[in-house]
């Protein structure tokens, strides 16, 4: 496993970019003829907030040769990503309409990825062993599994070439029911097939539940968490940790985040968090999951690892857009922060 001491980690993220719509403010698609635009993807969100931390992230994807993908790319490398993993192919770039909730009426997704570039590019396509030379670490998450047999079939091959390689690999389960559709029964054996080669795991309770179809029926969200990292460890040898948020809603403007995290010898949480008027949570987990693996990238003590990735998390719900842009400073700020005055 890479020396989490040294000052920069090259990671490699795989996964699919997007292109994100969204209404101003909290109207309705369409009740005014404007659309804000945001790039974004599980993957692309953990590189790009990896790269602000100082971190050297390659996104590895597929794009189309138009506008769209350019301006994509170039979103990316904007926050210093290193785009030299993108292959240029045939298709269109994936797109999601988010609708923002707001107080009682939650927030709604419509996916229009289909045929998309990232979807039609075979695993053949990857050179891994060139892509992986000089990484340290594989960044990905189900919603590859989740899109077809042919992204289930990259991610499988990245996984494969990252482990034959000896680098560490850190797996986001990102369980997407609308994306899975009548492929849901597959999604078990392919998850499991992916944590089963996992240094550290971002998943919960019901992403083990659903892979171990099993139940933890525990009251407490932390008694549920630790009988899951239980099973999750006694079922796969490699995994060395779990960690995941767990969110209490009042209403959709106004919430409590705390996080977890167990490793073979202990388990972990953080104060609850009060989010009020929330401005968007959209990337909460990849922001989450890129302050852990800066956490640890940087050596922190576990209990440091996981307040540092609990203050992205945080902060990530008050940026629009789907990635956290904050630095180290912000979230040490937050994390020591007596008051909420001026910072001058």
């Not at 680098?167 to 998850?191: E, H, M, V």
Request: charged share 20%; hydrophobic share 45%; proline share 4%.
């Amino acid at each position: 496993m890479h020396d989490a001491s040294q000052a920069s980690t090259r990671i490699v993220c795989f996964g699919e970019l997007l292109m994100r719509l969204s209404p101003p403010g909290c109207e309705l698609p369409l009740q005014s003829p404007h659309f804000n635009v945001h790039f974004g993807g599980a993957e692309a969100n953990v590189a790009a907030s990896l790269a602000i931390l100082g971190h050297h992230s390659v996104m590895v994807s597929a794009l189309p040769d138009n506008m769209l993908g350019r301006a994509c790319a170039g979103e990316l490398r904007k926050h210093s990503v290193d785009t030299g993993g993108i292959d240029y192919a045939e298709g269109r770039i994936g797109v999601y309409y988010l609708s923002p909730g707001a107080m009682h009426r939650p927030s709604e997704v419509l996916y229009d990825r289909a045929d998309s570039a990232f979807a039609r590019t075979p695993a053949e396509n990857y050179d891994w062993p060139h892509l992986l030379a000089n990484a340290h670490w594989l960044h990905l998450s189900g919603i590859n599994l989740a899109l077809g047999e042919t992204t289930a079939r990259a991610a499988l091959a990245a996984v494969h070439a990252a482990r034959d390689a000896g680098k560490s690999i850190s797996f986001d389960c990102n369980y997407r029911s609308k994306l899975w559709g009548s492929r849901a029964t597959q999604a078990p054996a392919l998850l499991r097939g992916i944590v089963g080669e996992a240094d550290l795991l971002f998943g919960n309770d019901r992403d083990i539940a659903l892979m171990l179809g099993t139940a933890f029926p525990q009251a407490d969200a932390v008694e549920r968490f630790r009988a899951a990292a239980n099973a999750a460890f006694e079922t796969w040898p490699r995994l060395r940790r779990m960690a995941a948020t767990e969110r209490l809603h009042r209403n959709v403007d106004d919430q409590d985040l705390f996080g977890l995290m167990a490793t073979r010898d202990h388990l972990l949480t953080t104060a609850p968090y009060t989010l009020a008027h929330v401005v968007d949570r959209v990337g909460g987990g990849d922001a989450f999951a890129a302050g852990l693996l800066h956490g640890l990238f940087r050596g922190m003590p576990d209990k440091a690892m996981l307040d540092f990735a609990m203050a992205a998390a945080c902060l990530k719900h008050s940026i629009p857009g789907d990635v956290n842009l904050l630095r180290e400073d912000d979230m040490l700020a937050f994390l020591a922060q007596g008051s909420f005055e001026v910072r001058r």
